[in-house]
């Protein structure tokens, strides 16, 4: 069973920036695709950034050119850069990652943005 464990969330003031990291249990060679998703109280779970195998990668445009996502695998980490946040970006943030047919989540991350 595959574990992700993100890590890197917090209370940030708007404007602000964050780096999320998603640790895997093991290689993400084998990942076809790894994100992040983010929910806020209320609402549904959304895309916030994917990267595939192949270092494509893909944003909703309530995040492009604010956010960036990357891969390190000898670390076998994705990271989510967060940079000039707003308020909306208030919520849990996921790591998630697909290997056919399988999907893995991490555990979530509470990002706040906040004065």
């Known amino acids: 069973q595959v574990q992700l464990v993100e890590s890197g969330g917090g209370l940030v003031q708007p404007g602000g920036s964050l780096r999320l990291s998603c640790a895997a249990s093991r290689s993400i060679f084998g990942f076809n695709v790894m994100g992040w998703h983010r929910q806020a109280p209320g609402k549904v779970r959304e895309l916030v950034a994917e990267i595939t195998s192949g270092g494509t990668t893909r944003y909703p445009g309530s995040v492009k050119g604010r956010f960036t996502i990357s891969r390190d695998n000898a670390k076998n980490t994705v990271y989510l850069q967060m940079n000039s946040l707003k308020p909306e970006d208030t919520a849990v943030y996921y790591c998630?990652?697909?290997?056919?047919?399988?999907?893995?989540w991490g555990q979530g991350t509470q990002v706040t943005v906040s004065s």
């Open positions: 998630h990652a697909y290997d056919s047919p399988n999907h893995y």
